[in-house]
């Protein structure tokens, strides 16, 4: 069974701070992992994946995570928080193999408020 | 390229009424996917089509909850009879293959309110 749990359900920030989400995942096979972006009324956006290739992974906006597979996390960050990061942010874990390849399960997310 | 359509983007029912939600994937997109979610919480997965079969249907309530890709293209979910429980967000979304590597792209969703 898989499962992903993100530590903190709002985190706040100054703009111009570092930002940090932790997220922790349950796997039984090597997993695909995703960090999601949602801002109000608007649609999930891939923000990056890991996909067993290098374990710090790069994505838009400034924003990397890195696997680490003897702690199970898999935690977001960015060195430098702008207002427009304000938004809900999900980690995803899936399967690449067997029945349940490509269902992303989902944390419960973490909403991420930026101060001026 | 255009991105995932759903339609209608809101809607209000009586509880015991149906709906109908509409979705098209990307265009070339054999892998669909309706998910829910609730306020406050993750999407969950409902049902996955590759083309026009069901991959995994586990997470639909099938007493209430259908959904169809006739024409391994374009689906619909429907909800027959809505209970308050199922005011959600319901998103749609595509991918080119099955397997988790594939990146699924979402559609903006359509919030259903149940009164």
């Known amino acids: 069974a898989q499962s992903v749990t993100q530590l903190d359900s709002h985190v706040s920030v100054s703009e111009g701070t570092p930002v940090l989400l932790r997220c922790n995942y349950s796997?039984?096979?090597?997993?695909?992992l995703f960090w999601y972006v949602q801002h109000p009324n608007k649609g999930l956006q891939l923000l990056l994946k890991?996909?067993?290739?290098?374990?710090l992974v790069k994505g838009i906006n400034g924003f990397e995570a890195e696997f680490k597979k003897s702690e199970t996390s898999f935690h977001l960050t960015k060195p430098s928080a702008h207002m427009s990061d304000a938004a809900e942010y999900f980690c995803?874990?899936?399967?690449?193999?067997?029945?349940?390849?490509?269902?992303?399960?989902f944390g419960k997310g973490t909403k991420l408020s930026v101060k001026p | 390229e255009a991105g995932v359509a759903q339609s209608p983007r809101y809607k209000i029912i009586e509880k015991r009424q149906s709906v109908a939600f509409w979705c098209n994937p990307i265009?070339?997109?054999?892998?669909l996917y309706w998910y829910q979610q609730i306020l406050g919480q993750g999407p969950k997965l409902l049902i996955q089509?590759?083309?026009?079969?069901?991959?995994?249907d586990s997470q639909l309530p099938k007493d209430r909850f259908s959904a169809e890709r006739l024409k391994g293209v374009d689906s619909t979910l429907k909800i027959q009879p809505a209970k308050l429980e199922d005011s959600a967000v319901y998103l749609c979304?595509?991918?080119?293959?099955?397997?988790?590597?594939?990146?699924?792209?979402f559609g903006p969703g359509t919030r259903l309110t149940v009164t």
């Open positions: 979304a595509s991918s080119n293959g099955l397997a988790g590597f594939y990146e699924q792209y």
């Open positions: 796997s039984s096979y090597s997993p695909s």
């Open positions: 890991y996909t067993s290739a290098a374990t």
């Open positions: 995803v874990v899936t399967s690449n193999y067997g029945g349940s390849q490509g269902n992303l399960i």
């Open positions: 265009s070339g997109h054999a892998t």
């Open positions: 089509f590759q083309n026009n079969g069901v991959v995994d």
